[in-house]
């Protein structure tokens, strides 16, 4: 157990290192696919897709890490990203620092 919640919490700090938030993207597309996909957007450092356990399938949102923050509005600026014919959903991830997190919860 100790393990496992270790490992949710890697996960979530893990999150905060991403720029954008990807959501509705088609279950038959791989993180492959989706890195090749904003790679013409500039530099894709990581990709990551995480999955459902029982049914082996993504869970059709995940996180992009690009280089530079140029890249990232590259990005964001394009009106619309279709994946196999679906509308992909995109947001920047705005990361917060501790002391922020900390002003809002007193």
């Not at 791989?30 to 013409?40: N, P, R, T």
């Not at 993504?58 to 280089?67: A, D, L, N, P, V």
Request: include cysteine; glycine fraction near 6%.
């Amino acid at each position: 157990m100790a393990a496992a919640s270790a490992v949710r919490a890697a996960g979530r700090r893990s999150r905060r290192l991403f720029d954008i938030f990807v959501a509705e993207i088609p279950w038959t597309v791989s993180s492959k696919e989706l890195k090749e996909y904003f790679s013409q957007f500039g530099s894709v450092q990581r990709c990551q897709l995480p999955f459902d356990r029982d049914t082996g399938f993504h869970r059709r949102y995940g996180w992009i890490k690009f280089s530079t923050p140029e890249e990232v509005q590259n990005a964001l600026q394009k009106d619309s990203h279709i994946l196999e014919g679906s509308k992909l959903t995109l947001r920047q991830q705005i990361g917060r620092r501790r002391s922020q997190r900390k002003n809002q919860s007193e």
